[in-house]
């Protein structure tokens, strides 16, 4: 084909039309049209309306990242924000100012589930089973418990309260502080004006699987690898016997004022945590686990 057939109208290799110019593709916006519109293999050359329409494209992008970004920079200030929440429902609890820590407490609450991308009152302790978030389950236990303290106080709140005893039950267990909870709820069966709470929650603690309070409290929680291989160790062995069972039920009579006392004197935490090691590793365990 000779120059003179063609002079005039040039193909736009992006779209095909006959167009009387193209106009580079510069490599900087080459790489946002792959990073942020993901659009890969663009000519180096495009006509002027496809030109717009991609960079229309970039700028989108380059949009959604900005919101994104702002979407992450929010929640990571919420994140650091929620702990000055609880300490501001503590305060207002000392001051018998109940209804301000209700609300600050609820905010803490609604701060994890925007973090944790959940439902209203979906947490769940699945969503801390990383060890790095072992302990915020602890601090959730004592906002559903403070919470069931307060919502104690009339009757209208009867079934925030159930939801807090609900919670709690779920939460507590992979905590150190389990022991106290399980304490002060009992006592408040005698002493609440809605003593049903208090028995709904310890019904639905009992009735989940009994827990090692001792390693739990030497832990600061319930997912390391001992405690695990302890469990399984008194499910799989000790439950199978009689003298075992018996052990069984000895060891949950003493082990949550140890617990307690782990809790009291923290530095024989180490000590306990080398002496569970050393059992859970012993083979005397090992061989009855993997026979
Ligand atoms: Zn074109």
């Given at each position: 084909m000779s120059e003179a057939a063609t002079e005039g109208i040039i193909t736009c290799p992006y779209c095909g039309d006959n167009v009387p110019g193209l106009t580079a593709i510069d490599p900087g916006m080459r790489l946002r049209l792959q990073n942020?519109?993901?659009?890969?293999?663009?000519?180096e050359n495009v006509c002027e309306g496809c030109f717009s329409q991609l960079s229309r494209l970039v700028s989108k992008g380059a949009v959604l990242r900005a919101e994104a970004q702002a979407k992450e920079q929010n929640r990571l200030m919420l994140w650091r924000n929620r702990v000055q929440l609880v300490k501001q429902a503590k305060q207002y609890l000392a001051h018998k100012n109940f209804s301000d820590a209700a609300v600050s407490y609820e905010k803490y609450l609604r701060v994890l589930e925007i973090v944790y991308e959940v439902k209203s009152g979906e947490l769940s302790p699945d969503m801390f089973k990383n060890q790095a978030r072992a302990q915020e389950m602890t601090v959730i236990t004592s906002v559903y418990w403070d919470l069931m303290r307060i919502y104690d106080t009339h009757p209208r709140y009867a079934d925030r309260q159930t939801k807090a005893a609900e919670k709690l039950a779920a939460f507590v267990r992979f905590t150190p502080i389990f022991p106290q909870i399980l304490r002060k709820a009992e006592s408040q069966t005698r002493t609440a004006k809605n003593p049903e709470a208090f028995k709904r929650f310890l019904k639905i603690s009992n009735s989940s699987r009994p827990r090692c309070f001792i390693a739990t409290a030497a832990y600061d929680g319930y997912f390391s690898e001992t405690v695990l291989t302890l469990c399984e160790f008194r499910d799989q062995y000790l439950k199978s016997s009689q003298s075992g069972r018996k052990f069984v039920r000895a060891y949950y009579k003493v082990s949550p004022r140890i617990a307690l006392l782990l809790d009291l004197l923290p530095f024989l935490k180490p000590t306990t945590r080398k002496l569970l090691t050393r059992v859970a590793r012993s083979k005397f365990v090992r061989n009855r686990l993997n026979p």
């Open positions: 942020e519109a993901q659009v890969e293999s663009v000519p």
